[in-house]
């Protein structure tokens, strides 16, 4: 018998999705997750805090709500000692149409007249830009990033991507680079969009000296992890120059303290971690289908989808 903690805010007809006769289950919402819960437990569903794993004695296996699986996968209690697998694949559509929000929100100006409309100011705001024809670069080619560059490119624009490892480029890609290429890319980018996870090679991948090299009104989007971009160098450059914007969905320091500068910069368009939220049914019900999938698997002794790879954090081919 195993001893399994879902850490799930779960209507009661999904709780008995879950439940069988053979195993021991209990439900709880992963914020409520107290150290006596995690004791005994062989089995974790759902994102209980990093921290909160210290006091997990018998963990075999553990499902992340989430894609990032940086932090977990390192945890002592987990590395080498239980199989970790993420919602990886859940995300694309939410975050992709999220990023094509903010290309909008810049491109036509609705910042600018969503102002004007506040002052019952009828105003023309002058020329705008198009997504055809202009040239994106997305670093991270995995589910999101994919599923944007799809978008883009069924818009008509020129996109470009980058992945870590080489591979067959797709046909919505015009060309497709690895990450020694970057500093020569974003040279001629418009829009850039990161969707990266947390590793050494992505700590402050965009700093000062990078976003110098950019165009001076390039629209720069963050769906991935908010530790890629610098915080204070991004500051400082859509301080000086306000042509320049950015969605960012994601920040070095989360919540975004309310003393940051970003909030105060026009040319930013902040979203507080939610591009890829349970907030659209399409992904909570992915979402859902996939951690009982791998927990009936994961019981069964069948093969799970989405097992990270400890070494890397990325997900297994």
Known sequence: MKKILVALKLDPTDKVDFIDDINEFKFINSDDVRPDDLKEVNVIIGNVNYEMLDHCKNLEYMHL??????????????????????????????????????????????????????????????????????????????????????????????????????????????????????????????????????????????????????????????????????????????????????????FEQEPLPSSSLLWKLPNVLITPHVSGARNLAYTKNKLLALAKHNLKAYLADQPLTNVVDHNTGYRKS
């Open 65 to 250: 709500y989430m894609a990032g699986s940086d932090k977990y996968v390192n945890h002592p209690n987990i590395k080498n000692k239980a199989i970790l697998t993420n919602s990886t694949g859940c995300f694309g559509l939410a975050i992709s149409e999220h990023m094509l929000g903010y290309v909008l929100y810049f491109y036509k100006k609705f910042n600018l007249y969503h102002n004007n409309q506040l002052h019952a100011h009828y105003h023309n705001e002058g020329d705008v830009l198009s997504i055809y024809g202009s040239k994106v670069l997305v670093l991270g080619l995995g589910d999101i990033g994919s599923e944007f560059a799809k978008r883009m490119h069924a818009l008509n624009a020129d996109v470009i991507g980058v992945k870590k490892t080489p591979k067959t480029k797709p046909d919505y890609l015009s060309a497709l680079y690895q990450m020694d290429a970057i500093d020569d890319l974003i040279k001629e980018a418009d829009i850039i969009a990161l969707s990266l996870p947390n590793t050494k090679e992505t700590q402050h991948l965009i700093n000062d000296q990078r976003l110098s090299k950019m165009k001076d009104n390039v629209l720069l989007i963050n769906v991935g992890r908010g530790s890629a971009i610098d915080t204070n160098a991004l500051i400082k450059h859509l301080s000086d120059r306000p042509t320049m914007s950015a969605g960012l969905d994601v």
